[in-house]
């Protein structure tokens, strides 16, 4: 509040360091850092006053890359050029911390060829989601890519002049995908106005005053993760919404999986037609997919055989956008050590068993170590074999550790342990058993 209040309101005289840490290098202007700089004060001023939140229009500005040069495609190195996306007058939760945000203003013109291209996006028709995500990206560590493309449309063309379409895919490190469909001036408002309007110097389409791209954002569609997974036999939905333009209806829904080279369709919806095509223990709500555009897809009981990439497919008459979402199934281990505690005979070698079953995928690292009293620390041993692992049928993996213990070299009593690591474990699973020296009491 201090710092707030001897800042006389701009966000620019907050002397506070750890603000410059926020700025992304790919962003230019200062009214690029004026914007991260409010989003800053949120951490600074978090926990003090608390006025109702309410919506604001904020401009969101990304630094992304442009890929693609006009007529060639991708795979055939395409090349990529700075680009800026603004997004102008987003709906964002303001609860008064957000301090005076002015609009972005376009930087001075910057002739080297270097400059990156400028898209203004006006987000009018459709709304943009997870604004607030956006804003904020910079304070709140997330990592932000953004990539804009040419985006060829279907069906217009037939010696009209096309308008020029651009996809704008978002992605956020927290898992959060966005897909944005842009339409750009059609070169027939050039002839509309003459030839005063001047062409980008590298899209060839027309530029405004300020020599950006003018686009609206009249398709979108998102997915709140792109990365899951699930334990065997639960259920897991996988989230995919979309709005359009009022000019534009859904016609068709699909959602398939592609693993290991092929592919399936999962789930298939024409609109109009009768019925949903629907695999066993898939299900899309088609009520909620008409109604707001919920197209997310649930699966039921999960297997190892549902892991893959889903792909939602939106489509309309004219244009399909899609999102991937990554499905891994895990399953922590069970862990046993037998015997439980053993005592040993003199000159004796005894083994010892750390049964580990039921986990999925197959990566898993186990290891061993020994305790005695005289020992300050557990040491670690490498002495061990293991078993061929198993696949039991419904996928998951078994193996067994074996350690073999010498009373001849022991130092007893002692305690070995077998620790077990896999990516469906928070933590290590470690388990114990305890070795008595020869003739100590049975317990
Ligand atoms: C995405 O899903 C993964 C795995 O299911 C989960 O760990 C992660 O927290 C999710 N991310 C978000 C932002 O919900
Ligand atoms: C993501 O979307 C799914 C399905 O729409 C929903 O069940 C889940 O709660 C969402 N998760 C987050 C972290 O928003």
């Known amino acids: 509040m201090v710092l707030l209040a001897a800042s006389g309101r701009s966000c620019f005289q907050l002397g506070f360091p750890s603000i410059f840490a926020c700025r992304r290098p790919l962003l230019r202007g200062s009214m690029i850092l004026a914007l991260i700089l409010c989003c800053c004060m949120l951490g600074v001023l978090a926990g003090t006053a608390t006025p109702v939140p309410e919506i604001r229009r904020v401009d969101v500005v990304l630094g992304c890359s442009y890929v693609g040069e006009e007529g060639l495609p991708r795979a055939f190195g395409g090349s990529q050029h700075p680009a800026t996306l603004v997004l102008r007058g987003l709906s964002v939760t303001d609860d008064g911390t957000l301090g005076d945000i002015t609009d972005y203003e376009i930087p001075q013109e910057d002739h080297s060829s270097s400059a990156p291209i400028i898209f203004e996006a006006s987000a009018q028709l459709v709304s943009i989601p997870y604004a607030d995500a956006l804003l904020h990206v910079d304070c709140s560590g997330e990592e932000v890519s953004c990539e804009l493309s040419p985006y060829s449309f279907q069906q217009e063309g037939n010696g009209l002049c096309p308008a020029s379409w651009f996809l704008a895919a978002i992605r956020l490190s927290s898992g959060i995908s966005i897909a944005l469909l842009l339409r750009g001036p059609s070169c ?103 109604g707001n555009g919920d197209a997310s897809l649930t699966l039921q009981e999960a297997t190892v055989d549902d892991e893959g990439m889903y792909i939602c497919l939106v489509s309309t008459a004219q244009h399909q956008v899609q999102h991937n979402i990554q499905l891994l199934v895990t399953e922590p281990p069970r862990v046993r050590v037998f015997p439980t505690e053993v005592s040993f005979e003199r000159d004796e070698t005894i083994t010892l068993t750390c049964n580990i079953a039921g986990y999925y995928p197959l990566d898993i690292s186990v290891s061993w170590t020994q305790k005695s009293s005289e020992d300050e620390v557990e040491i670690s041993l490498s002495n061990t074999r293991f078993s061929s692992h198993r696949q039991s049928r419904d996928g998951t993996y078994s193996i067994a550790s074996y350690l073999s213990v010498s009373s001849a070299t022991a130092q007893l009593p002692a305690t070995y342990t077998c620790h ?7 933590a290590p699973i470690s388990i114990s058993t305890h070795l008595k020296a020869p003739g100590e009491c049975q317990g």
């Open 188 to 290: 027939g408002s050039q002839k509309d106005e003459g030839h005063n309007v001047a062409l980008h110097p590298k899209l060839r389409i027309p530029m405004s005053k300020e020599g950006t791209l003018l686009t609206t954002v009249e398709f979108q569609s998102s997915s709140n993760n792109t990365s899951l997974r699930t334990r065997l036999g639960s259920s897991i939905t996988f989230d995919c919404h979309f709005a359009l333009a009022p000019s534009f209806l859904l016609s068709s829904l699909e959602w398939r999986r592609q693993h290991r080279g092929s592919g399936r369709s999962l789930f298939r919806y024409h609109v109009g037609n009768a019925g949903p095509t629907v695999q066993p223990k898939f299900h899309v709500d088609v009520e909620q997919l008409l």
């Open 420 to 426: 077990v690591s896999h990516v469906a474990l928070e």
